[in-house]
Nanobody, 122 residues
Framework: EVRLVESGGGMVRPGGSLRLSCTASGFTFSNYDMSWFRQAPGKGPEWVSGINTRGLATYYSAAVKGRFTVSRDNAQNTLYLQMNSLKPEDTGLYYC???????????????RGQGTQVTVSS
């Protein structure tokens, strides 16, 4: 059974930082590209970042580029998202997703986790 479990969310003040983790099980993690998405209250899902199988290629949405860093540890089956300089508009439910083989990071995933809540507020 494929499982993706996120952790690390919480409440932080604007300008603060958080590090999200996504622990994968039930499949060979190193074989798959991975992505992070978020969903703000009352809005649709938004792609945030993607990373290829070996972690050598990373991609970001314009909204987070320069502030967020995606990484992975294939030995630990874990995906990370380091979020710095957080803004209130970064508030949302963040979840990781396994990209379909050969699929688009921004839209073609087949499994996702339940998510972890990030709230940026003063």
């Amino acid at each position: 059974e494929v499982r993706l479990v996120e952790s690390g969310g919480g409440m932080v003040r604007p300008g603060g930082s958080l590090r999200l983790s996504c622990t994968a099980s039930g499949f060979t993690f190193s074989n798959y590209d991975m992505s992070w998405f978020r969903q703000a209250p009352g809005k649709g899902p938004e792609w945030v970042s993607g990373i290829n199988t070996r972690g050598l290629a990373t991609y970001y949405s314009a909204a987070v580029k320069g502030r967020f860093t995606v990484s992975r540890d294939n030995a630990q089956n874990t995906l990370y998202l380091q979020m710095n300089s957080l803004k209130p508009e970064d508030t949302g439910l963040y979840y990781c997703a396994r990209v379909m083989l050969g699929g688009d990071y921004e839209s073609e995933y087949e499994y996702r986790g339940q998510g972890t809540q990030v709230t940026v507020s003063s």
